[in-house]
């Protein structure tokens, strides 16, 4: 489903894209990476459970603009 992320992202070129670094086959640290080599315009905000900040970094060094821990959000 990820890699179908990557495609679509690559093909519509949006300006924000919201991505969860835990997903299956293809994770968003790896998507980031791809989505960032082929459109560096387009931000990407990581989202995240984990609160280990390597983790957090390493979204950071695949290009994403910020990562967000999920547990700060209500709901």
């Known amino acids: 489903m990820v890699a179908k992320a990557v495609q679509l992202a690559i093909e519509l070129n949006p300006d924000v894209i919201l991505m969860d670094i835990s997903m299956p086959i293809m994770n968003g640290i790896k998507a980031t990476e791809e989505i960032c080599a082929q459109r560096p315009n387009i931000r990407v905000i990581g989202l995240t459970i984990?609160?280990?900040?390597?983790?957090?970094?390493t979204m950071l060094d695949a290009g994403a603009r910020t990562c967000l821990l999920k547990n700060r959000f209500p709901g």
Request: hydrophobic content about 10%; cysteine-free; overall charge negative.
């Open 50 to 57: 984990h609160e280990d900040p390597d983790i957090r970094q």
